[in-house]
């Protein structure tokens, strides 16, 4: 059995109210357990907090796009023709700037990082190119280095074309105006036009079939085929000085001359000619003069008309070319049939370009009678 106390209480008085008082806690003591119960209670909902936003934030994350979710590169093939445009000096990451934004890769990261590891993407060329929306990196420079993704327009200029028919011919294959290929024919240093041309293209813009990127301003077309012209003269090993000299007696020999043999043979009789200063007497440079392209023959008001071009009243090399004489026009003025004295020459075959030579007036004339007999029997307009 417990033992068992008696309460007492106290007796009543000012002694025991001031034992009451003395029981209770101080009041520091008070504040001091207020403020750790504080502490207590911010650490427990910081806790709570932590553990909230340890909870929330991922699946905030998965809600907003994120780089670590972004597609790196695409598998490819790639899909849907898309053209690209590729500018001188560009490298790897000018590129890598123009297919993303074209949607042609996926990042820059990737494209650089496909680039650096080709060694042949340094022979990436400028130009505009055909390629696929969403292809793998790798793939987008390897379809770089291939030619036949290359948009490009081809133009074929015909020997013996005069400045204005090749004008009308760039301008219906490219689309540039003409107008704008005259402007840039008048602006000898874009062109890059050299001073013995004086100012003037024709003869200078060599014919050939080029390759033209869609978007090529017509000072760039004339100046890539002046260029063409200056690289001949410098395959021959020509003198500046001859420069000239040369594309005015190719363009003759190109205009008189049908057959690649008989291109040296009529250089070497107007050069023969110029030694004794025979006058060329050349319907081509005559016809030229006037403009007029109708015929193969001139008339004698043609003849009669005082121009620079007209060689039956000037003696030696006409004003300027006549023509854009091509490789074997411009080959045979530099080396034309050597040891012959012929002064005359005379196509007796309109359609095949049969030429016949001779050293005098006699003979000249016995040719003439050969091309009456052609002509006879091939009445018509020539």
């Known amino acids: 059995m417990s033992e068992w106390f008696p309460v007492q209480t106290p007796p009543e008085g000012d002694g025991s109210r001031r034992r009451r008082d003395e029981a ?22 910081g806790a709570v907090g932590l553990t909230t936003v340890n909870v929330v934030l991922p699946f905030l994350r998965d809600l907003r796009p994120s780089k670590s979710n972004e597609v790196e590169d695409f598998p490819g093939p790639g899909s849907g023709p898309v053209e690209i445009v590729v500018k001188s000096g560009e490298m790897g990451a000018e590129i890598a ?6 949607g042609v890769v996926a990042t820059e990261k990737s494209f650089i990082s496909a680039y650096s590891a080709n060694p042949a993407s340094q022979s990436i ?38 400045a204005r028919q090749i004008y009308t011919r760039v301008s219906d294959e490219l689309g540039i105006p003409v107008e704008d290929l005259v402007t840039a024919a008048g602006d000898p ?51 500046q000085k001859k420069w000239r000299k040369i594309i005015i007696l190719a363009s ?9 043999d008989d291109r040296p043979k009529v250089a070497r009789v107007f050069l023969n000619r110029n030694k004794i200063q025979m006058p060329w007497q050349s319907d081509a440079t005559v016809a030229y003069g006037v403009q007029e392209f109708d015929s193969v023959f001139t008339s004698d008001e043609a003849r009669a008309d005082d121009n620079a071009y007209n060689t039956y009243l000037h003696a030696s090399y006409p004003g300027g070319a006549i023509c ?3 490789a074997d ?37 016995a040719n003439r009678d050969v091309l009456q007999e052609w002509l006879d029997e091939h009445p018509g307009e020539w």
């Not at 209770?24 to 909902?45: D, E, G, M």
């Not at 700037?97 to 074209?102: K, N, P, Q, R, S």
Request: overall charge neutral; aromatic content about 6%; glycine content about 6%.
């Open 24 to 45: 209770r806690v101080p009041k520091p003591a008070v504040r001091r357990r207020r403020i750790i119960t504080a502490v207590v209670t911010l650490v427990t909902l």
């Open 97 to 102: 700037h123009t297919l993303t934004d074209a």
């Open 125 to 162: 060329t400028p130009g505009t190119y055909a390629l696929l929306k969403e292809m793998k990196a790798s793939d987008a420079v390897v379809a770089l280095l291939n030619p036949t993704n290359r948009v490009v327009i081809k133009v074929m200029i015909p020997e013996g074309f005069r």
């Open 189 to 239: 240093v874009g062109i890059g036009l050299p001073e013995e041309a004086k100012g003037d293209v024709e003869g200078w813009l060599f014919p050939a079939t080029y390759d033209f990127d869609p978007n090529t301003t017509a000072t760039q077309v004339l100046a890539r085929m002046v260029a063409r012209t200056l690289q001949e003269l410098d395959l021959h090993e020509v003198p």
């Open 252 to 260: 003759v020999v190109e205009k008189e001359s049908k057959l690649p």
């Open 324 to 326: 854009n004489p091509g």
């Open 329 to 365: 026009a411009i080959a045979a003025a530099v080396n034309p049939t050597p040891k012959k004295h012929w002064l005359y020459f005379i196509a007796v075959n309109l359609v095949t370009g049969e030429t016949l030579y001779s050293d005098d007036l006699n003979g000249h004339a």
